[in-house]
């Protein structure tokens, strides 16, 4: 898409520390991070909801997810973690691509209010 901050991550047009890379999708850290390890994985391939996703899209997600705990110390997930995908503005959502927040390297209390 062509104004999207995430495709131009995943382009490389604007540049950023990306942790982790493969055909499917990159990780960043967190911008404004709400743990002490906080990253972003990024499908190269843009939808903003869960709900435009193709099947194709839902095989990806899938594999981004499965690929996850793989990176165990790469992205210090010794102790547990937490997957948050934020859908729509009410919700958080403040890029429209679809990314799944990665948070770890806390005790985390869960407070939906």
Not at 3 to 8: D, E, M, S, V
């Given at each position: 898409m062509e104004?999207?901050?995430?495709?131009?991550f995943v382009s490389k047009e604007?540049?950023?520390e990306i942790v982790f890379e493969n055909d499917d999708f990159i990780i960043i850290k967190d911008i404004a991070p709400k743990a002490k390890n906080h990253y972003l994985a990024i499908p190269k391939?843009?939808?903003k909801l869960l709900a435009d996703?193709?099947?194709d899209?839902?095989?990806l997600l899938g594999r981004i997810l499965k690929t996850i705990?793989?990176?165990c110390n790469l992205l210090r997930l010794e102790n547990g973690y937490?997957?948050?995908v934020n859908q729509g503005d009410d919700a958080g959502q403040t890029v429209p691509h679809l990314h799944v927040h990665i948070l770890?390297?806390?005790?985390?209390e869960w407070n939906p209010a």
């Open positions: 104004n999207c901050l995430f495709c131009k604007f540049k950023t391939k843009h939808f996703m193709t099947a899209d839902a095989c705990p793989t990176l937490r997957l948050v770890s390297g806390q005790k985390m």
